[in-house]
């Protein structure tokens, strides 16, 4: 549903706590109108976007031992790790399990040696992993726009997508659509929550009749009354059980961190079977 957009942002400023000055300015969108194959009534047009790219509706649970680039994490922060403390982190072994709906669980093995530091890694890693899967459940694993949601203003733009708008629990939504009806843009406001959000895709590997192209990248600009965050999420996919699901993930707060991990030995259930 597209009240799904505004949730999963407003979850993500509160999980990432970082603010920095507005920089940002959103442009108006062409007003020049052009023909385009695209429907312009809302049920029609919402079945074309729901069918233009990949969001596992039944993906249910994605459990995975999670590995993370920390050289590349402390380099981004300009920080000098003692080696002893990097040996350590390297040696970490950590687990992840993500049921869509509930808070990610995540279990730390420092068997080989944890440092002094041990409980304020573990927090902070746990708040970043949370902040990925509250976006990628709602806005990558599932559909921006429900089919009982009901698009407006439905108008031309001339790369022959179209753009429409829509009032969902009182924020308002406009969003871009490219010629094959993929989301590309989104802009919203409502309360003291604006922002802007942008996505890339890539295409399946192996293409295939009714194997859709995968969000590769998402880039958010949110403000919350005089705070603001930027957030880039990059990710690539693999196979398992039949959905594509995260693999290398760079999740990066714009002015303070870059996270780069790989999820690996992975399991996936669809719902109903779930454990």
Not at 235 to 244: C, I, K, P, R, T
Request: net charge negative; proline share 7%.
């Amino acid at each position: 549903m597209l009240s799904k957009l505004s949730f999963a942002v407003l979850l993500l400023a509160s999980s990432c706590a970082f603010g920095q000055p507005a920089q940002k300015t959103l442009k108006p969108a062409t007003e020049k109108r052009t023909t385009s194959a695209l429907p312009k009534t809302s049920p029609e047009l919402t079945k074309v976007i729901l069918g233009s790219y990949y969001h596992p509706d039944s993906l249910e649970l994605i459990e995975c031992d999670v590995s993370v680039d920390w050289g590349a994490f402390f380099q981004g922060l300009k920080v000098a790790v003692p080696e002893e403390k990097m040996q350590a982190l390297k040696a970490l072994k950590i687990h992840s399990r993500a049921l869509r709906g509930k808070p990610a669980e995540v279990k730390f093995d420092w068997s080989a040696g944890a440092p002094a530091t041990q409980d304020q890694i573990e927090s902070g890693f746990k708040q970043m992993l949370s902040g990925f899967y509250q976006m990628y459940w709602p806005m990558m694993a599932g559909p921006l726009i429900g089919p009982n949601d009901r698009l407006e203003e439905i108008t031309s733009l001339p790369d022959g997508g179209v753009k429409a708008f829509a009032n969902s629990a009182g924020m308002k939504i406009h969003m871009q659509m490219n010629r094959n009806g993929s989301p590309m843009h989104y802009e919203f406001e409502g309360g003291m929550m604006k922002g802007v959000i942008d996505l890339s895709y890539v295409p399946s590997p192996t293409p295939m009749p009714g194997d859709l192209r995968r969000i590769d990248g998402m880039k958010i600009d949110e403000h919350i009354g005089e705070s603001s965050f930027k957030l880039d999420v990059d990710v690539d996919y693999q196979d398992q059980s039949g959905f594509a699901i995260p693999h290398d993930v760079t999740f990066a707060m714009l002015g303070a961190y870059t996270f780069k991990f790989q999820f690996a030995g992975c399991t996936a259930s669809a719902v109903g079977i779930s454990q």
